[in-house]
């Protein structure tokens, strides 16, 4: 039988790993302006950079976001749904914002904040109280 304790880390690894979650998510807020894009390649079009950067700062903040539902309640179920709301907000916010950004003419003041929504973990930190009144009700 398999030792199950890995899934289930002592109080300090937890804390260990909220920590670089925090701090994970103020170096992204902080070096928001970094263009990932030249990683990669630096012959990318305006458009495909900053897609591929707003593709990269949502991927980064909400497997943060993650990171710290796991250490917060460290149960596997938590984390399952979480990545569930993460491909949602990925495909039926993210690639729609992308649309709406480049193929249309709205006002860039509206499609800001629906950019703020997106790019920030919105989605993702709302999950913990909503796990954490799930666990206390339960």
């Known amino acids: 039988m398999k030792n199950k304790d890995w899934l289930q880390p002592n109080r300090g690894l937890r804390m260990f790993l909220i920590f670089i979650s925090l701090m994970g998510l103020g170096i992204i807020f902080i070096a928001q302006r970094f263009d990932y894009s030249l990683l990669v390649s630096d012959n990318l079009s305006a458009q495909n950079q900053f897609i591929f950067n ?6 980064l903040n909400d497997n943060l976001v993650l990171l710290l539902i796991y250490a917060t309640f460290y149960d596997k179920k938590y984390v399952k749904f979480g990545l569930a709301v993460e491909a949602v ?17 709205i006002d860039h003041m509206y499609i800001s904040f629906i950019h703020r ?14 796990i954490y009144l799930q666990k206390i009700k339960n």
């Open 54 to 59: 707003r593709s990269i700062r949502f991927l």
């Open 89 to 105: 907000g990925f495909f039926f916010l993210l690639i729609p914002y992308f649309i709406l950004r480049f193929n249309t003419s």
């Open 117 to 130: 929504l997106i790019i920030n973990p919105t989605l993702m930190v709302l999950l913990i109280p909503a």
